[in-house]
């Protein structure tokens, strides 16, 4: 058992992209989910409108890849309206059902054969993001080069967007604390609480959801728009539905209407998972056998992770449904 090569690797998947575009998309999550109260199970849709504006300008448009970033939010803005207007005024699950609904017909479009000269079908858009690297090179961050102490040692390309995307969690994380100790940021605890009696009070509820939504799903995009530069392709199955279980799951463990807990719960849920993946890989490598039967092969890493950790959300629904550092006087899950 390589026990320093597993804690290495863990310490890395605190602080690595995914936990970056993770805590970026669940900030986005908690604006609307956390503190308004609306179940938006779409949050990869959003994602996938911020990785598309950003390939698609340098790709197609023979234009600077930075001009993707407003019209990845253009495309935000205008999913959140399509989503928002037929399904607001009616009961949350309306919302939910519609919009893991939009979020799965973004992901089969842009993958379609049809429109295969706009998003570049199943193989997606690739080598769009040389502009943005170019910015870290100037700067003297060579890409190639090893950067960082162990374990926490990255790549020029990797530091780069490192130092991007938590910058882009620190203000976004900065941005909706300051909005939640606001008078609208009241408001929308309200209505997440009880709405009626804000709509009593004279406030347009409607449009305070609406709000919501397309700042959440703004905030969304960015991460999308991080996680493809990494990446240096936007390819549409990386923003299947899963995707925004994941992040919910991330935002729960973390703690739900907490700024603090959209951050730390993907940094701990990369954590654990890279920590329980490379450990039973570390098992398959020498598998423990009852007779003719393996108990743990290499090929079983995966699902087996996927099911420890659904296992340890489950524990934490039962003894700490708040999350780690979350308040139980926040949840309202049954007015959800």
């Known amino acids: 058992m390589d026990w320093p090569l597993i804690i290495e690797n863990s310490l890395k998947g605190l602080v690595g992209i995914n ?36 390939g698609m ?15 990845g ?23 939910a059902i519609v919009t893991i609904a939009a979020a799965e017909i973004i992901r089969l479009v842009v993958r379609s054969v049809r429109f295969k000269t706009y998003f570049g079908g199943s ?15 100037d700067l003297g961050i060579q890409q190639s080069s090893e950067y960082g102490f162990r374990p926490f040692q990255f790549t020029g390309r990797e530091l780069w967007t490192l130092i991007i995307g938590w910058l882009l969690v620190a203000l976004f994380g900065f941005l909706v604390y300051k909005l939640m100790k606001s008078p609208w940021g009241r408001v929308l605890k309200a209505i997440r609480e009880d709405e009626d009696a804000v709509r009593s009070l004279g406030k347009s509820v409607y449009s305070y959801k609406m709000q919501s939504l397309i700042l959440g799903g703004v905030i969304g995009t960015f991460s999308g728009m991080v996680f493809a530069l990494d990446r240096g392709s936007v390819q549409p199955d990386n923003y299947s539905r899963d995707v925004t279980f994941y992040v919910l799951t991330a935002l729960v463990l973390g703690g739900v209407a907490k700024v603090t807990g959209s951050i730390v719960g993907p940094m701990l849920f990369w954590g654990l998972f890279t920590f329980v993946d490379n450990f039973m890989r570390q098992i398959a490598e020498d598998p423990i056998k009852v007779g003719n039967l393996t108990l743990l092969q290499s090929t079983q890493v995966g699902q087996l ?32």
């Not at 936990?19 to 503190?35: E, R, S």
């Not at 300008?57 to 234009?63: G, K, L």
């Not at 193989?123 to 090179?137: A, H, L, M, Y």
């Open 123 to 137: 193989d997606g858009i690739n080598n769009f993001s040389e502009s943005f690297r170019k910015v870290g090179t």
């Open 305 to 336: 992770n996927y099911m420890l950790i659904g296992l340890a959300l489950i524990l934490l629904m039962v003894f700490r449904p708040q999350g780690l550092v979350g308040n139980r006087k926040e949840m309202a899950f049954d007015g959800r």
């Open 19 to 54: 936990a970056v575009y993770f805590a970026i998309a669940a900030i986005g999550m908690n604006v609307q989910y956390g503190y308004t109260g609306l179940l938006n199970f779409g949050q990869a849709g959003f994602m996938a409108c911020g990785a598309y504006g950003l």
């Open 73 to 95: 939010i253009v495309f935000s803005v205008v999913l959140g309206l399509l989503m928002g207007i037929p399904t607001l005024r009616l009961r949350a699950d309306y919302l």
């Open 57 to 71: 300008t340098a790709h197609y448009f023979d234009i600077s890849m930075w001009w993707g970033i407003p019209l």
